[in-house]
């Protein structure tokens, strides 16, 4: 990798951190943003500490500054280095409180991180969102108290991750009583293990007009009512994605149904989601849509981009809606999975992709009863689908004689980088049961896997196409926002748990 000398000495004079700081007076202002490189790369927090703190220009963007450059052309995104991140916080903290007539600093945008299973960061120890989260929250909170803290305050640009065990923490900072030397602002926000109203309450306090992606997963409880409450009291007219979590569109517990049969709350939703001019992504798996799809998307303004209808328990009239719609044709993202789509559903299936063909660049289709009989169809279905560079096709009962077949077709596509396929059945005992659970999913023949494995590498290898990645991830795909918080999640399953089991222990008390 070609560096500049410009950056190799800014390495040089990064490595020697006493140096460094007595030596910042003179260097140049428009040579910060690649000290700063250059100390990351080195994971010298001392350095990247003082830089922040007597950093001279008015914009500080750790993304574009990370990112590749003509003076050092690697990219550092992924490198979300506790030691480096902890230091840039700590070091926006000293501005506001000794950056004295030097301070010219506006905007620190935090974004641009990227959360990656393996680090690349020489301690290896990363600092995931939801820690990041709880950094910048209690350093706010540190400084509101702070009476040295500059009156102007610096914006801060961030993407936050609020669960059960940081709400408290990030209320307090982004909804301050006094001065806030540090403002938040929103650009992403993910919540996970909150009520419906702590949700609703830091939502306000984070800023609806200003983000950009909302994801709401797992433990946050919400039926239709809090959908629509949401959407209603909020509006987030910038809005570019939305993920709502399982069930989001039953009805509430109380409701009773309309005469007419009409579904009032999803027609309310959609007309929500009709006002986000700049909605593109939108996830709702595993919410029961059955025979409701037109109506929720029909009324969207803008083409879906991405749609995840995975375990949507999908009918005839809500496929054929889809393979006709105006987001067909502008689809880049689409998980269909939990659909016996070839049996089921083949000809608007196969509409479906040739609609999307033209821009479709990643296909989940996970536990979709796709079997041996249906490879010619699906290797056909996908055939137009040349833009292709992700097929995700776990918990589908193939041999791998049908793997076989079926990674020739793959073969002819000529962008596909990525396939996540499942255990061929060969490797399970006979006679086993589909979709599995975890149990029976992790109980096979592993001898005969990295046997079948291998063979379909030197597949790949034959057609020269040894660029395609392989892998058989059971449990999913890696998702480091689940990987740091596991332990919270962990303990509001078993208190879940134990509440079920206390409500069972009561019922059966009072059958007694």
Same mark, same amino acid.
């Given at each position: 990798m070609m560096q500049s000398l410009r950056f190799i000495s800014a390495e040089a004079l990064a490595s020697h951190p006493q140096v460094a700081r007595q030596s910042l007076d003179g260097v140049a202002h428009n040579l910060y943003p690649l000290l700063f490189k250059a100390s990351y790369l080195l994971e010298q927090a001392e350095v990247i500490r003082v830089l922040l703190e007597r950093w001279p220009l008015e914009e500080f963007r =750790?993304?574009? =500054?990370?990112?590749? @450059? +003509?003076?050092?052309?690697? %990219?550092l995104r992924d490198r979300a280095c506790r030691a480096c991140l902890e230091a840039c916080v700590r070091g926006l903290a000293d501005h506001t409180l000794w950056g004295?007539?030097?301070?010219?600093?506006?905007?620190?945008d935090l974004t641009g991180i990227r959360d990656v299973q393996v680090q690349g960061c020489p301690c290896g120890r990363a600092l995931g969102r939801w820690g990041r989260t709880k950094l910048l929250a209690r350093t706010c909170c540190e400084l509101q108290a702070e009476p040295r803290a500059a009156r102007r305050p610096v914006e801060v640009l961030a993407d936050i991750f609020v669960t059960g065990g940081n709400f408290d923490l990030v209320v307090r900072a982004l909804g301050p009583e006094g001065p806030a030397p540090l403002r938040v602002r929103c650009l992403s926000f993910r919540a996970d293990s909150l009520g419906p109203g702590q949700l609703l309450h830091v939502l306000r306090l984070a800023g609806p007009g200003e983000l950009r992606r909302l994801e709401v997963v797992h433990n946050v409880r919400l039926h +239709?009512?809090?959908?629509?409450?949401?959407?209603?009291?909020?509006? *987030? &007219?910038?809005?570019?994605s939305l993920t709502l979590p399982a069930k989001a569109f039953d009805a509430p517990p109380t409701s009773t149904p309309a005469p007419d049969g009409e579904d009032t709350l999803l027609t309310s939703i959609a007309r929500e989601l009709s006002r986000m001019t700049q909605l593109t992504e939108l996830s709702v798996a595993f919410s029961t849509l059955t025979?409701?799809?037109? !109506?929720?998307?029909? &009324?969207?303004? /803008?083409?879906? #981009?991405v749609l995840d209808l995975g375990n949507c328990a999908l009918n005839h009239a809500d496929m054929a809606f889809l393979a006709n719609c105006t987001h067909a044709a502008h689809l880049e993202v689409l998980d269909l999975s939990g659909h016996c789509l070839v049996d089921l559903f083949p000809s608007t299936f196969f509409r479906l992709l040739g609609q999307a063909a033209p821009t479709l660049r990643a296909l989940t289709l996970e536990e979709c009863g796709l079997a041996d009989r249906h490879v010619g169809a699906l290797s056909l279905a996908l055939g137009p689908c040349r833009r292709l560079q992700e097929l995700r096709f776990l918990g589908n009962p193939m041999s791998a004689r049908a793997l076989r077949r079926l990674f020739v077709a793959l073969c002819g596509l000529p962008r596909l980088q990525s396939v996540e396929f499942p255990v061929p059945?060969?490797?399970? &005992?006979?006679? @086993?049961?589909?979709?599995?659970?975890?149990? +029976?999913? @992790? !109980? *096979? %023949?592993?001898?005969?896997? @990295?046997a079948i494995a291998e063979d379909l590498r030197a597949l790949l290898l034959r057609a020269g196409r040894d660029d395609i990645r392989l892998s058989t991830p059971l449990f999913g795909s890696f998702d480091p926002d689940i990987q740091e918080t596991s332990n919270?999640?962990? /303990? =509001?399953?078993?208190? +879940? *748990?134990?509440?079920?089991?206390?409500? *069972?222990? #009561?019922?059966? !008390?009072q059958m007694e």
């Open positions: =750790l993304g574009a =500054l990370l990112g590749p @450059s +003509a003076d050092h052309p690697g %990219d004295g007539g030097r301070r010219r600093l506006r905007v620190a +239709a009512g809090h959908v629509q409450q949401l959407l209603a009291q909020l509006g *987030f &007219p910038r809005l570019v025979g409701k799809l037109q !109506k929720l998307l029909g &009324p969207l303004r /803008t083409p879906l #981009r059945r060969d490797c399970y &005992p006979e006679g @086993s049961a589909y979709p599995q659970d975890e149990l +029976a999913m @992790s !109980k *096979f %023949d592993q001898q005969k896997y @990295s919270e999640l962990g /303990t =509001l399953l078993l208190q +879940a *748990f134990k509440t079920a089991l206390e409500n *069972f222990s #009561r019922a059966l !008390k």
